[in-house]
């Protein structure tokens, strides 16, 4: 297949590059508005074809449309931050909605047909009405941020294009995904960043976090991709297929697996950050209908991914 993937050289796009070349038989794509490939992700040049480009320029989207030429569509790019004090509204809403909307136009216009897998969010859910519940693709969509907002309606705005004007656009709901090369933005590479510093003398042994009341459905970032090339071969058009591991994991009990793994003693100390209080408190899948309709599961178990997320920051910290 001929694919193209949006958001190719961020966290889930280069892991979905990977996959797809060691399944073999594909042709890789990728969109980006940098022109260049992160050192994380650099071997990747001259396997993945990089073409820069903004998802809100219509010009140029129809350009690399009629470059590529592609039968698979990911659309994974889009505003990345889900909160804290960088966090700019009316970017998140431009970056999801604004730029998922033209890039859909210009499909439309180019006269291809792909296939388009849309990378929407379990935050979509907000809260379920059961705490100890689990969300599935006909739970209502209450979404708590604007980030949660703006991919609601993206999500929806898919399923529109997929009824009027026609286009083939399956939905994945991804619940948190965690894994290598993952930025310290979010919770647990950050922590195992301070892990690895702490280890390596760079900071004293106390790792600050926020709150860790939360409840997260984590899934390694590897096992995520795997699930796209199935829903982009078996998904139906206009359909919503919920991923996740369907289990919900304290950050506390996620953190205490991380530091059980140090090689030294280390101290956690919280503070509440009042620029979340608005996050969802549970996230839950159900991923029936994934596992249905395409045999997908989780593989990788969750120790796995907290050592080798850990692994990953230890090679990269030089000692004090």
Request: charged share 25%; aromatic share 6%; net charge neutral.
């Given at each position: ?17 990977e996959h797809l070349l060691g399944a073999g038989g594909h042709t890789l794509f990728g969109l980006s508005r940098q022109a260049g490939w992160p050192a994380p992700l650099a071997h990747l040049a001259g396997r993945v074809e ?271």
């Amino acid at each position: 297949m001929r694919v193209l993937i949006t958001g190719v050289n961020g966290f889930v796009g280069g892991h979905l590059a990977e996959h797809l070349l060691g399944a073999g038989g594909h042709t890789l794509f990728g969109l980006s508005r940098q022109a260049g490939w992160p050192a994380p992700l650099a071997h990747l040049a001259g396997r993945v074809e990089l073409v820069p480009g903004d998802m809100a320029d219509g010009p140029r989207v129809a350009e690399v449309l009629r470059h590529a030429r592609p039968d698979w569509v990911v659309h994974l790019a889009g505003y990345a931050k889900t909160g804290g004090p960088t966090f700019d509204p009316d970017q998140c809403w431009h970056d999801n909605l604004t730029a998922t909307r033209s890039f859909y136009a210009s499909v439309a216009r180019s006269g291809l047909r792909p296939r388009i897998l849309f990378a929407s969010t379990g935050l979509v859910y907000g809260e379920p009405d059961d705490p100890d519940g689990a969300c599935d693709e006909r739970t209502t969509l209450k979404p708590a941020t604007p980030y949660a907002a703006s991919k609601a309606a993206a999500d929806l705005l898919s399923h529109q294009y997929s009824r009027n004007p026609g286009l083939d656009i399956v939905r994945v709901r991804l619940f948190n995904q965690i894994g290598p090369r993952q930025s310290t933005d979010y919770a647990l590479p950050n922590f195992a960043r301070q892990v690895a510093a702490a280890e390596a003398g760079r900071q004293l042994p106390v790792i600050e976090t926020g709150d860790l009341s939360a409840r997260r459905d984590v899934t390694d970032v590897r096992d995520v991709v795997a699930a796209f090339p199935l829903l982009l071969e078996k998904g139906r058009a206009g359909e919503a297929y919920n991923a996740g591991r369907g289990e919900a994991h304290r950050m506390q009990d996620l953190l205490d697996r991380l530091v059980a793994l140090a090689k030294v003693r280390v101290e956690v100390r919280q503070k509440t950050d009042p620029a979340r209080t608005a996050d969802t408190a549970v996230t839950r899948a159900d991923a029936r209908k994934l596992r249905e309709a395409t045999g997908w599961a989780p593989r990788i178990p969750l120790d796995q991914t907290l050592a080798d997320i850990l692994a990953e920051w230890r090679g990269t910290t030089r000692p004090a």
